[in-house]
């Protein structure tokens, strides 16, 4: 494993995502560590897997935030008439497994063409509250919570993407996934604002990193002011919303690469999100 993770850390600290500008954002010294070991152990990129964390983007399963835009997938070209095969695709930023900007909840923070490659390459640890959210939609998941996965699993790493791993994921497609009270709130669980507002005091989160969930946002449905949303956004923290297949990432040892598109003063995208797991 730690063969496998120092590759992985090389690449985060410019090996391959470019230069000294990400190098210099990870830790120069980190990445010439890092590249070093590669290079004695010849080990690259062989021992590190790839697992998708994204749902497929499907507007017949796909369960869109309440009051955002339809999502449609229309055929514009086919084989047989034109020669090629293209869907015209009408979606929100925020549609889908996607990820979000330091902008989309601040007027004048940084939108997804202003961010750097290294904000998309995250260690990512996973808090799986998925017990604790089976017995109160509404739960939040707070500090002795975050506290009880170190003392089992080691340091949140600074800079981390910090993934809640509540069960949603299996309701997704369904009514169960928004889970809407009679006066339309939404009933999910997410971070309490004590629990985010540690981790960025303590720099796990600190000027890069991420709170992921398996729901529609970081904040608990009942969160109606999003202040957890709030905190986060802020330097070059992004969410990572909607994610699936989180069954296949390990409580700590993985990374997280978020790929999309980066529209132009961009809130966020709709995102093809892998964990990178070390062998």
């Known amino acids: 494993m730690r063969t496998a993770a120092a590759g992985v850390a090389g690449i985060a600290g410019g090996h391959v995502l470019g230069g000294a500008g990400v190098a210099g954002a990870v830790g120069v010294g980190a990445a010439a560590t890092t590249t070093g070991a590669m290079a004695a152990t010849g080990a690259g990129l062989a021992g590190v897997g790839l697992v998708f964390l994204s749902h497929v983007n499907d507007p017949a399963t796909t369960s869109v935030f309440p009051g955002d835009p339809e999502?449609?997938?229309?055929?514009?070209?086919?084989?047989?008439?034109?020669?090629?095969?293209?869907?015209?695709?009408?979606?929100?930023?925020?549609?889908?497994?996607?990820?979000?900007?330091?902008?989309?909840?601040?007027?004048?923070?940084?939108?997804?063409?202003?961010?750097?490659?290294?904000?998309?390459?995250?260690?990512?640890?996973?808090?799986?509250?998925?017990?604790?959210?089976?017995?109160?939609?509404?739960?939040?998941?707070?500090?002795?919570?975050?506290?009880?996965?170190?003392?089992?699993?080691?340091?949140?790493?600074?800079?981390?993407?910090?993934?809640?791993?509540?069960?949603?994921?299996?309701?997704?497609?369904?009514?169960?996934?928004?889970?809407l009270d009679a006066d339309g709130v939404i009933h999910q669980p997410g971070f309490t604002i004590e629990a985010a507002q540690w981790l960025i005091d303590t720099r796990r989160l600190d000027r890069r990193g991420a709170l992921g969930t398996d729901t529609f946002g970081p904040d608990q449905g009942i969160n109606e002011d999003f202040s957890v949303s709030t905190a986060l956004y802020d330097q070059h923290r992004i969410s990572l919303e909607n994610l699936a297949n989180l069954g296949a990432l390990p409580p700590a040892g993985a990374w997280v690469l978020v790929g999309g598109p980066r529209n132009h003063a961009g809130s966020g995208s709709t995102a093809t999100i892998f964990g990178v797991l070390p062998g």
């Open 71 to 179: 999502f449609t997938l229309e055929t514009i070209a086919t084989v047989p008439v034109d020669g090629f095969y293209q869907q015209y695709v009408r979606e929100a930023e925020h549609t889908g497994t996607h990820w979000g900007a330091p902008g989309h909840f601040h007027e004048g923070r940084l939108l997804a063409d202003q961010l750097d490659p290294g904000d998309f390459f995250l260690p990512a640890v996973k808090i799986d509250i998925r017990a604790k959210a089976a017995a109160d939609a509404d739960y939040g998941a707070t500090i002795d919570d975050l506290r009880a996965f170190e003392r089992r699993h080691g340091r949140i790493p600074r800079g981390a993407a910090v993934i809640l791993w509540t069960g949603w994921e299996t309701k997704w497609g369904t009514d169960a996934y928004p889970n």
